[in-house]
């Protein structure tokens, strides 16, 4: 039997948000045939859905502590044992950019010569310490890795300059999704619109974490405009988060603001 193309994908925590979906898609319809994904979380014991789901498909999935300033030394040494043990990769492919350096310097020590960057986003945080902090883990990442992945042009450039960003190596992938699981369906709409009492609403819908990356203010403002012309309106906001309970208070104000 042909061996299996092995790649290890390396994440920041356990897969949710749009990271998440696009490594599951990925997962759901790559040829498992012919290839192996393994994961390495950065992030607490508790597992995730998705580790069954790794599981069923014949993967692997290793949870090493977080990086933090206050346990580097105990992250670095977990790292160094787990690739010690796991070496037979045929590419690394990581999307928590801040720890790339760190894995690639394992990884290549040990003779993985494919050392994947994946930029998912536009910067590499919201709190400006983390974005310090991270400029210089992020820095070498550009100078180390083997082949750059990005989801479009911005985030390229973001991570890799504008140079690379613009040169041949660079690969786009696009966060697909699967159309046929959110394609229309009229009885589905309805069963819905009539389980919330919303059969005479025009509903507007988001669904994404309440992270500051996500801007539900300005939503919310976008939301205000739009209730004084179209007095049936509602916003639906789907999800969960840090800023979930500032959000609920902005939500319950403008209840009260502006008559129903």
């Not at 993967?59 to 037979?88: C, M, R, T, V």
């Not at 190596?169 to 709409?189: G, P, Q």
Request: with cysteine.
């Amino acid at each position: 039997m042909k061996k299996k193309i092995k790649i290890l994908h390396v994440i920041g925590r356990h897969p949710k948000g749009g990271v998440g979906s696009f490594i599951k898609n990925i997962e759901e319809n790559i040829n498992h045939e012919k290839f192996q994904f393994d994961y390495l979380v950065n992030d607490s014991e508790i597992k995730s859905d998705f580790y069954n789901e790794v599981k069923r498909y014949g993967g692997n999935y290793y949870i090493l502590p977080k990086l933090s300033l206050q346990n580097s030394i105990k992250y670095l040494k977990s790292l160094s044992e787990f690739y010690n043990a796991h070496n037979d990769y045929d590419a690394i492919h990581v999307h928590s950019v801040n720890i790339a350096l760190f894995n690639y310097y394992f990884g290549k020590k040990h003779g993985i010569q494919n050392l994947i960057a994946h930029s998912h986003s536009t910067k590499s945080s919201d709190v400006l310490l983390k974005r310090i902090r991270n400029f210089f883990l992020i820095f070498p990442v550009k100078r180390f890795a083997t082949h750059i992945i990005a989801c479009n042009y911005d985030s390229a450039k973001f991570l890799f300059g504008n140079e690379r960003a613009s040169s041949s190596e660079l690969m786009l992938i696009k966060n697909a999704i699967d159309t046929e699981k959110f394609s229309y369906n009229h009885e589905v709409r309805n069963m819905i619109r009539l389980q919330h009492g919303w059969e005479d609403k025009l509903i507007i819908g988001h669904v994404g974490h309440f992270i500051p990356v996500k801007n539900h203010t300005f939503l919310i403002d976008v939301f205000v405009e739009i209730l004084k012309c179209k007095s049936n309106a509602m916003l639906v906001l789907i999800g969960d988060g840090e800023l979930r309970t500032i959000i609920e208070e902005i939500m319950l104000n403008i209840m009260f603001e502006i008559p129903s």
